[in-house]
T-cell receptor, first 114, second 114 residues
Framework: GENVEQHPSTLSVQEGDSAVIKCTYS??????FPWYKQELGKRPQLIID?????GEKKDQRIAVTLNKTAKHFSLHITETQPEDSAVYFC?????????????FGAGTRLFVKA | EPEVTQTPSHQVTQMGQEVILRCVPI?????FYWYRQILGQKVEFLVS????????KSEIFDDQFSVERPDGSNFTLKIRSTKLEDSAMYFC????????????FGPGTRLTVL
């Protein structure tokens, strides 16, 4: 089955710096890659996603890149702010007719120091 | 903005007891999911449900688990005989059309098995 590896487990950056989180997946059939932000005690919330037919997507300070050949995708946050501090999860989804299974990475705890 | 709701927010039960966790997905959504998150760990896929049947399930979703959509609004997860290791946060999610669509997560039910 699908396995998603995520690194680093913890990331500490200074406010204004960039943060990069990397994930790899094992199942080449996975075709949808969402990223979620989870604040303490809260539900995961989608921050950006990318489909397998796209190599890069950007939304303001957040961007995601996908390398299908290497089965690797990354989240980039620029100009980090203290409110970006949270746990970030990457995920890989295998979509099929009527089926939809999302496998999450282990998460990255991001600390943004003011 | 419509949201996924879950009840109860916290459930405490004795080992071996049955529990039912309830979710009300967003009204025009067609795909429904359950996930669990053991404290401090990643979000784990349990099951996806479409057209009144399970479309995908994980290895975690064994015979002790079942899901049901008893009416047009509720989506339930039943654990027949709870174990200590079932203690976790259980999230329900829904999507409008399934593939490539944002999964909207509910606030979660914290299950504590004593």
């Amino acid at each position: 089955g699908e396995n998603v590896e995520q690194h680093p487990s913890t990331l500490s950056v200074q406010e204004g710096d960039s943060a990069v989180i990397k994930c790899t997946y094992s199942d080449s059939a996975s075709n949808y890659f969402p990223w979620y932000k989870q604040e303490l005690g809260k539900r995961p919330q989608l921050i950006i996603d990318i489909r397998s037919n796209v190599g890069e997507k950007k939304d303001q300070r957040i961007a995601v890149t996908l390398n299908k050949t290497a089965k690797h995708f990354s989240l980039h946050i620029t100009e980090t702010q203290p409110e970006d501090s949270a746990v970030y999860f990457c995920a890989a989804s295998l979509t099929d007719t009527g089926g939809f299974k999302t496998i999450f990475g282990a998460g990255t705890r991001l600390f943004v120091k003011a | 903005e419509p949201e996924v709701t879950q009840t109860p927010s916290h459930q405490v039960t004795q080992m071996g007891q049955e529990v039912i966790l309830r979710c009300v997905p967003i009204s025009n959504h067609l795909y429904f999911y359950w996930y669990r998150q053991i404290l401090g760990q990643k979000v784990e896929f349990l099951v996806s449900f479409y057209n009144n049947e399970i479309s995908e399930k994980s290895e975690i979703f064994d015979d002790q688990f079942s899901v049901e959509r008893p009416d047009g609004s509720n989506f339930t997860l039943k654990i027949r005989s709870t174990k200590l290791e079932d203690s976790a946060m259980y999230f329900c999610a829904s999507t409008k059309e399934g593939a490539y669509n944002e999964q909207f997560f509910g606030p979660g039910t914290r299950l504590t098995v004593l």
